[in-house]
């Protein structure tokens, strides 16, 4: 054999050397994204109900409140970078640590300004929020804890970001416990507003060993390993901050529609559908969480091996989606079962509008499947136009079947709108899977020229 060929059979050996590396550490942190929504879940629950059982329905529907609006505060706080963290920093180098450290920064100050913003105004809006303006000292705490919030998710990015997710599901393990042995302590101290406090000062607490992880241990660690060049370098930081609004524009498109579909049930329908609708709802959230939360382990991994995204998007598609979706089949067709722990009520008015919100379950996972290689791909303006076509479809067909067919109604309007992008998306993933060249674009185009 010659030197050129020589060379050529190192080079091969070497690429699926790398392949393989990263469908492990593909698989590895997709298991541990799913197994982490499981423990977040099955501990979130048991918060819920301890706390309901501890302390009295006022206190815990004011602190419900004050969490809820913090965590929604928050997502909008943290400007998207969440994704960010996932899609730029695996690559990014030795400037990962001070570009972390400045996001957490931003991020900061965004919430402190949100913050003190929403103190000084929510109690003059609304009479149910007057609470909060006459107690400083719980005012402050939820400034403070909403500052930390953003801090307490974007670290979870960041050890998916380097390679570490087996540590998130620990991690909040760590937090669900801590919560529910905090609810008997503040309760036998007297704190006021203990579900809060239970809820926010394990948080805080477990910042510090976290971050230390991230910092001394998790990005050193990533940096010794080796990387490339940084995408940030390749397609410059202009193209970067463009693709990072049109993501975070995306969001806000999914945002909007998570939260409007709920006020719209009670708007047109009342609080006891509203009530009907919400359980099955939240536990299909729940579960597409498995699916989007597991394609950040392929951001991750596609980021690092870009020239390996079509082989690594095949072994995701096989190793995770393909669990997942039959799952959702099954728990379709056992919907009132599955509903029967809320109670015979919830069981009978929900299964229906359950069976076919998991129905829409299997096609979200191939639209999670197409956003995360978009994301890949810099398509942030593809991104946007998914989540902006799912909103108009949900809203322009709930609200008409809602008047005739009730909670049902806006399962199908659900599970319409998501048929429909999939369908629309689905041919052009397949064209990537299949073709060498991935989804087609203009060849006198850079690749990043999607952003534009």
Not at 155 to 160: E, F, I, P, W
Not at 299 to 328: D, G, H, I, N
Not at 338 to 361: D, E, I, K, N, W
Request: glycine share 8%; with cysteine.
């Amino acid at each position: 054999m010659d030197e050129l060929g020589a060379d050529r059979l190192i080079t091969s050996v070497q690429a699926e050397s790398a392949l393989v590396q990263a469908e492990r550490s593909l698989l590895r942190g997709a298991y541990s994204l799913l197994a982490n929504t499981v423990v977040t879940s099955a501990l979130g629950m048991g918060f819920w109900v301890a706390a309901a059982r501890l302390y009295s329905s006022v206190t815990v529907g004011r602190d419900t409140v004050l969490i809820s609006v913090m965590i929604e505060l928050s997502a909008i706080c943290q400007l998207n970078l969440g994704n960010g963290i996932i899609r730029f920093l695996p690559d990014l180098g030795r400037r990962s640590a001070r570009a972390l450290g400045t996001v957490y920064g931003l991020t900061g100050v965004v919430a402190l300004v949100v913050g003190t913003a929403f103190v000084l105004v929510a109690p003059r809006v609304s009479h149910e929020l007057a609470y909060l303006g006459d107690d400083t000292t719980l005012a402050v705490g939820f400034v403070a804890a909403l500052v930390l919030w953003g801090l307490f998710t974007l670290q979870d990015a960041a050890l998916m970001a380097t390679r570490r997710a087996p540590w998130i599901p620990v991690e909040n393990g760590l937090f669900g416990i801590l919560k529910l042995l905090a609810l008997p302590i503040l309760l036998a101290m007297g704190a006021v507003n203990g579900v809060f406090l239970a809820w926010a000062l394990p948080m805080a607490l477990l910042l510090i060993p976290v971050n230390l992880l991230v910092f001394r241990r998790a990005i050193p660690g990533h940096l010794a390993g080796g990387v490339r060049e940084s995408s940030i370098s390749r397609i410059g930081p202009r193209r970067v901050v463009r693709f990072l609004a049109q993501d975070y524009l995306a969001s806000v498109f999914t945002q909007a529609t998570l939260t409007v579909l709920p006020l719209l049930v009670i708007a047109i329908l009342g609080a006891r559908e509203s009530a009907y609708f919400a359980m099955p709802f939240m536990i299909v959230m729940a579960f597409d969480t498995f699916a989007y939360s597991a394609c950040a382990s392929l951001v991750v991994e596609a980021t690092l091996e870009q020239e390996s995204l079509q082989a690594l998007t095949r072994v995701f598609a096989r190793r995770v989606l393909a669990l997942l979706m039959p799952a959702a089949a099954l728990l379709a067709l056992a919907a009132p079962v599955v509903m029967l722990p809320f109670g015979h009520v919830y069981a009978q008015h929900g299964a229906g509008a359950l069976r076919l919100l998991l129905c829409a379950s299997l096609f979200r996972a191939v639209i999670a499947l197409f956003s995360a290689v978009s994301r890949v791909q810099g398509r942030g303006l593809r991104l946007g136009m998914v989540e902006l076509a799912l909103l108009v479809l949900v809203l322009g067909s709930a609200v008409p079947l809602a008047r005739f067919h009730g909670i049902e109604g806006v399962a199908a309007a659900w599970l319409g709108a998501n048929a429909i992008i999939c369908l629309a998306v689905a041919p052009m993933l397949i064209r990537f899977l299949r073709e060498p060249g991935g989804i087609p674009r203009d060849p006198e185009l850079p690749p990043w020229s999607s952003v534009l």
